[in-house]
Every structure is written in structure tokens, then in C-alpha cells.
């Protein structure tokens, strides 16, 4: 006997559709972009109604901080961290950028989409915006604050444009070898170490 579409919405994990939702959410986004993006290609790719899409979510602005902060969690703790200790090291919050970059191929995709548009701004950022500056002297003029600035630009760059790079320089810019000095590097321009 055949269960209907009814019986079967019935039976539907919430916990389970919405993680499928968010999935769905987050591939969309990355490989469209968030102007690309449309809750009617989320609900698709997720397999479920645009109504439940939008009663778990609202709307797609919602669904996107959604994503993102689900996303952002190992990179949201080494910025706790970070303003959390008297003695915070810039150089430990570039790392974690770079690792949370590096295991991350969908963020980087959404990094570039954010270059190429307005995206709206997390919660999560606006909510620790200012702290951060603080940490800086709360001078977004500060020395510290533009070398802190320009070494997570050339983290997000490396990751960005690298196979843009191999074009005049080669595959080895794609070794290992070469990546640890870049980070080394990037870690030195904040730590002045």
C-alpha cells in the first residue's frame, strides 16, 4: 500500500529536514552565489516543498545567516579565543584562518561570490566587529589593525587566486612546502616575530 504525501510529511524528521535544508542551502550558495541563489533551487536541491524551506528558515536572508553560522563555527571559536585573552596573538587568529580556509573548499567559493557583490553581513560578525577593533586599539587606522588586515586579505587571496597564480608560476603553487612558508610568513607580518 502506497503512503501519501501526507502521511509521509508526517513522518518527517523537522531535526533532520532542516540539517537537509541547510546542506542544500550552503552547496546552493557556494556554487550560485547569494544573489544567484533562489529558496525555490534550495528547495529542489534539498528535496522538500519551498514551504517547508521558508517555515524553517523564513526568508532567504535568514536561511543564509543560517548557513553561515552553522559554517562558521571552528573559525567563530578562534575569534572568541582571540578577544577572550589579554595576551591574544593576531598570528593565532591568521592560522586559524588559513586552516579553516584551507579544509574549507565551499567557503572559499563563497568568498569569491562576496567579492563580486553585496552579500549581507552575519550576526556573528557585526556582534564582534567592534571587539576586534578594540584588540587593535580600536584605531581601524592602527599599524597593528592594517598589518592584521592585509595578512588575512593575502590568507583569503592565497586560496582565491592560487590557481590563478600557477599561470605565471607554476604548479608550485600548489606544494605544501611553499604553503607553510606563505603562512609562516603571514603569521610573521602580525606577530612581528
Not at 544567484?36 to 528547495?43: E, K, L, R
Not at 589579554?86 to 579553516?100: H, M, N, V
Not at 571587539?131 to 583569503?156: I, M, N, R, W, Y
Not at 582565491?160 to 606544494?175: A, C, H, I, K, N
Request: charged share 25%.
Amino acid at each position: 500500500m502506497e503512503q501519501t504525501a501526507k502521511t509521509a510529511r508526517k513522518q518527517l524528521d523537522p531535526a533532520k529536514t532542516r540539517d537537509a535544508i541547510l546542506r542544500a542551502a550552503f552547496e546552493t550558495f557556494a556554487a550560485q552565489g547569494y544573489e544567484g541563489a533562489s529558496i525555490a533551487d534550495i528547495a529542489k536541491a534539498a528535496g522538500v516543498p519551498k514551504s517547508l524551506v521558508q517555515y524553517h528558515f523564513g526568508a532567504k536572508e535568514e536561511l543564509w545567516q543560517a548557513c553561515l553560522t552553522d559554517r562558521a563555527t571552528p573559525m567563530l571559536e578562534a575569534v572568541d579565543k582571540f578577544l577572550g585573552s589579554d595576551s591574544a596573538d593576531p598570528g593565532e587568529l591568521i592560522f586559524a584562518r588559513f586552516q579553516f580556509l584551507k579544509q574549507n573548499p565551499e567557503i572559499r567559493r563563497l568568498l569569491g561570490w562576496a567579492g563580486m557583490s553585496q552579500l549581507p553581513i552575519p550576526s556573528f560578525i557585526l556582534d564582534r566587529r567592534q571587539k576586534v577593533l578594540q584588540k587593535f586599539g580600536g584605531d581601524a587606522t592602527s599599524p597593528q589593525f592594517v598589518k592584521f588586515l592585509t595578512a588575512l586579505s593575502a590568507t583569503d587571496g592565497w586560496f582565491l587566486f592560487r590557481s590563478v597564480y600557477s599561470g605565471p608560476f607554476g604548479e608550485v603553487v600548489f606544494d605544501e612546502a611553499l604553503e607553510q612558508r606563505v603562512l609562516e610568513s603571514l603569521i610573521q607580518s602580525v606577530t612581528n616575530k
